[in-house]
């Protein structure tokens, strides 16, 4: 997920600011990913985005915008995107990760 270290900018709705963020998915055994932003704690923030969970194919690229509240901006710490495994009655392990991205 980029960028690592994320800014927020005003958006056009005032008391609201945005970020925009891009993914690329090198999993080929994933094709969900959630998105989360979390204060330093790891507590969640209230944000809004088009689609809190994305499908991204093997391969695949996406970018998407963030939205927060002026309330909320000194909070935000993390956004993070976290791969969501499809259930099946299958036996072998698998990997879920969170990769996340700083506000500085």
Known sequence: MTPTYP???????EGISQTT???????????WYEIGV???E???????TKNKILR??????????VYIGANNLDKAEYICSLSKIKGDNMNKPMMSSKICSRFK
């Open 42 to 48: 790891w507590e969640p923030i209230p944000f809004v």
């Open 21 to 31: 963020m891009k993914m690329f998915n090198k999993r080929p055994e994933i094709e």
């Open 38 to 40: 979390f204060d330093e």
């Open 56 to 65: 991204l194919k093997y391969l695949g690229h996406v970018t998407f915008d």
């Open 7 to 13: 800014k927020w900018t005003p958006s056009y709705i």
